[in-house]
T-cell receptor, first 114, second 111 residues
Framework: EPEVTQTPSHQVTQMGQEVILRCVPI?????FYWYRQILGQKVEFLVS????????KSEIFDDQFSVERPDGSNFTLKIRSTKLEDSAMYFC????????????FGNGTRLTVT | GENVEQHPSTLSVQEGDSAVIKCTYS??????FPWYKQELGKGPQLIID?????GEKKDQRIAVTLNKTAKHFSLHITETQPEDSAVYFC??????????FGTGTSLTVIP
């Protein structure tokens, strides 16, 4: 069964550095998402992406964050000038369409900011 | 926006017993309610979902019920097994909008 793949599985970075988290969504899916899960807390929506542009974003997704689909297969989340509180699991998800189809999640990238 | 609440936060059951997890939502426009299972170190995996035109759905040992009037939905796992131990998340969405997740229930099935 097709799946969403994320790399790396674990990223350690120093405060103030930039990180790029990578995702390859399921190939025939059209909608892409980034979610964040701080340890022990709920899964929080960051941003959705469709047709090469952001369709919705949460208040968490401020100017520090950006997303890109550079080559038609990868979907990336860039975090500039990381802060300690950015430490979390970041999940990429994709969806075939918006007609009540389920989200398919990757296994996540654990980001640790020191 | 939508607010999804989930109870209990932790649940322990003996192997073979049933487990029930409940969620409430606030936005009456929500019409799609998936349930996800998250095992340690992995992303949430869809286990069952229900749409607002249906009151109940069953898939082997897993069932979900939806009460639109009361705005709550529940996950029922029967004949629990140790491999059912995981964190379960409910979610709600309205067609074309983002998914809102509950806070999760950590289920432990005791052999």
């Amino acid at each position: 069964e097709p799946e969403v793949t994320q790399t790396p599985s674990h990223q350690v970075t120093q405060m103030g550095q930039e990180v790029i988290l990578r995702c390859v969504p399921i190939s025939n899916h059209l909608y892409f998402y980034w979610y964040r899960q701080i340890l022990g807390q709920k899964v929080e929506f960051l941003v959705s992406f469709y047709n090469n542009e952001i369709s919705e974003k949460s208040e968490i997704f401020d100017d520090q964050f950006s997303v890109e689909r550079p080559d038609g297969s990868n979907f990336t989340l860039k975090i500039r000038s990381t802060k300690l509180e950015d430490s979390a699991m970041y999940f990429c998800a994709s969806e075939r369409d918006r007609a009540n189809s389920p989200l398919h999640f990757g296994n996540g990238t654990r980001l640790t900011v020191t | 926006g939508e607010n999804v609440e989930q109870h209990p936060s932790t649940l322990s059951v003996q192997e073979g017993d049933s487990a029930v997890i409940k969620c409430t939502y606030s936005d009456s426009a929500s019409n799609y309610f998936p349930w996800y299972k998250q095992e340690l170190g992995k992303g949430p995996q869809l286990i069952i979902d229900i749409r607002s035109n249906v009151g109940e759905k069953k898939d082997q040992r897993i069932a979900v019920t939806l009460n639109k009037t009361a705005k709550h939905f529940s996950l029922h796992i029967t004949e629990t097994q140790p491999e059912d131990s995981a964190v379960y998340f409910c979610a709600a969405s309205n067609t074309g909008n983002q998914f809102y997740f509950g806070t999760g229930t950590s289920l432990t099935v005791i052999p």
